[in-house]
């Protein structure tokens, strides 16, 4: 390669197309025209004698080559940021840039919903994309840079990835008020008898982790609903005579449409952090954006239930 003909426009445009593996897409993330990215496509394949990437029938397919050229870009250009953004600090008062997040709706309620409330005012340029989280995609999807955060359960994350603990949670019971056959407690018996409704966010599943704590004292539960979703279930929950086991920043704040109570048994909770790829963990803004993620939790934390 003719390095004198490189363009540093050029490598960013490559790795634009790597990430959305479509000229249109590209090309809208770059704020350039179509033909524009394309000719810039014809003189990158011209300076690595590849193709770098081939049409499909939806999209673009990137050859051996270019994959081979993604992960050495990415670490090449995030230097390149880093040395620009040593030179003009970030202040969030002016930024005008576009974050993406995933996080499941439970996470997206229980965090993002307050976090992104506090950071319109703290940085009102700042658009903020929530995403759904797939475990299974993540860690190519932070790579990439289709997403720039992940708030998720640290111990499914890919262990490249980059984390910090957020905060424990818990898991509580819920019932709708008035429940006719709780009115004073649920013991052991009455949580097994009665029928349950379920989180299954992949859809169809019928056991959790109140199962496997169940099976280990040789007992089981009645679960007759399985929904996808976290914040349905409260609502399930409060026009029926189904009960839950739901994390308790779910119901943090619908005290008035479900009792909640203490489990019966011991389950197992879970953590929540931040998780990043090393492409952004030296870039102010993000540096920014997790800690006050981590600030954000803390004062809630802080707050009286």
């Known amino acids: ?38 000719a810039q496509l014809n003189r990158l394949r011209d300076l690595f004698g590849d193709q770098l990437l081939t049409p499909a029938q939806r999209g673009m397919i990137p050859t051996e080559r270019a994959l081979e050229l993604q992960g050495p870009l990415n670490a090449a250009l995030e230097q390149v940021r880093r040395v620009v953004a040593d030179r003009n600090p970030f202040d969030p008062a002016t930024a005008d840039i576009t974050v993406s997040i995933a996080a499941s709706d439970y996470v997206q309620y229980a965090v993002l919903m307050p976090l992104t409330l506090e950071l319109a005012r703290k940085a009102p340029k700042l658009r903020i994309a929530w995403r759904p989280i797939d475990g299974r995609l993540i860690g190519d999807q932070l790579a990439r840079g289709e997403v720039d955060l992940a708030v998720t359960t640290p111990d499914t994350a890919p262990e490249q990835l980059k984390s910090r603990k957020l905060y424990d949670e818990r898991f509580v019971c819920i019932a709708r008020r008035n429940h006719p056959l709780l009115r004073r407690s649920c013991d052991l018996d009455a949580f097994c008898s009665l029928p349950h409704v379920i989180v299954s966010p992949r859809g169809g599943g019928f056991t959790g982790a109140t199962d496997a704590a169940l099976a280990k004292l040789g007992r ?5 609903l399985s929904v996808s979703s976290f914040l349905m279930v409260p609502e399930v929950v409060a026009g029926s005579e189904l009960i839950a086991v739901v994390p308790e920043r779910v119901v943090r704040d619908r005290s008035d449409r479900v009792k909640v109570f203490e489990p019966p048994l011991s389950i197992p909770g879970f953590n929540i952090a931040n998780v990043w790829h090393e492409r952004t963990d030296g870039q102010p803004a993000f540096r920014w954006l997790r800690q006050s993620i981590v600030e954000n939790m803390s004062q809630s934390r802080a707050k009286p239930k």
């Open 1 to 38: 390669m003719d390095t004198k003909r490189l363009d540093f426009n050029l490598l960013v445009a490559l790795e634009a197309l790597l990430v959305e593996r479509n000229v249109t897409k590209a090309a809208l993330r770059l704020n350039l025209s179509q033909p524009a990215l394309s």
């Open 220 to 224: 089981s539960r009645r679960v007759v």
